[in-house]
C-alpha cells in the first residue's frame, strides 16, 4: 500500500472511528472486541506496504478489522488442539463403569433408610443445608429455631450418618457449619 493510501486510510479511520466502531460491534456482539479489532487494523495499517487505491475506504477498514476480530475469535475459541486430542482417546471413562453405578445405587439406598430413621426436624435440616444448599441461618429462618439449634441437629444428623453409613465415602466426610451455597 502506498504511503498516501495508508495515511488517508488512517486518517479516514480516525474521522470515523465511532461509526466504524459502531458498526464492527454490532457485527462481532461485543464493544471490547470491536475496539481491540479497530486498534489492530490501526496497527496493521501502519505496517503494511504497497498495494494501490481502495474505492471505498470505510468498507476496506470494516471489512479489514472484522477479519481480524474473526481471527481472534477462532483463536480464543481454539477447544483441543491435536496433541490433547490424542491423549483423551486414552482416557479411560470411569463415569460409566457398571460397578460405580451399583454402588452409587446401594449408597443411596442406604442413605435412605438412615434418613428415614432420623427424626423429621433433624432429618430436614439435613436435606435442606446438603442437599438444597442452604446457609444455616436460612435454615433457622425457615423452621424458626435458632442458628446453634440447626447447627446442633446438622451435627446429629451427619454423625448418626457417619455411623449408620461406614462404608460410604460421602457420608464421612462432611462440615457442620458454614456457607454452602454454590
Request: neutral net charge; charged residues 30%.
Amino acid at each position: 500500500m502506498s504511503e498516501s493510501t495508508s495515511s488517508s486510510l488512517r486518517a479516514r479511520m480516525v474521522a470515523r472511528y465511532v461509526e466504524l466502531r459502531g458498526k464492527l460491534e454490532r457485527i462481532v456482539g461485543s464493544r471490547d472486541d470491536a475496539a481491540d479489532a479497530m486498534q489492530e487494523t490501526w496497527l496493521r495499517l501502519a505496517a503494511m506496504g504497497d498495494t494501490g487505491s481502495v474505492n471505498n475506504a470505510d468498507a476496506y477498514l470494516l471489512r479489514m478489522a472484522a477479519n481480524i476480530a474473526t481471527d481472534h475469535y477462532r483463536h480464543d475459541n481454539v477447544l483441543l488442539v491435536r496433541g490433547e486430542i490424542a491423549e483423551l482417546v486414552h482416557v479411560v471413562d470411569e463415569a460409566g463403569d457398571p460397578e460405580r453405578i451399583a454402588s452409587a445405587r446401594s449408597d443411596v439406598q442406604a442413605l435412605s433408610l438412615v434418613l428415614s430413621r432420623m427424626p423429621a426436624r433433624r432429618r430436614a435440616i439435613l436435606v435442606a443445608a446438603r442437599v438444597e444448599g442452604q446457609l444455616n441461618d436460612e435454615i433457622a429462618q425457615r423452621l424458626d429455631v435458632s442458628v446453634s439449634t440447626v447447627e446442633k441437629e446438622l451435627r446429629a444428623a451427619l454423625e448418626y450418618c457417619k455411623k449408620h453409613l461406614p462404608d460410604v465415602e460421602a457420608a464421612q466426610r462432611g462440615h457442620f457449619a458454614g456457607p454452602r451455597k454454590y
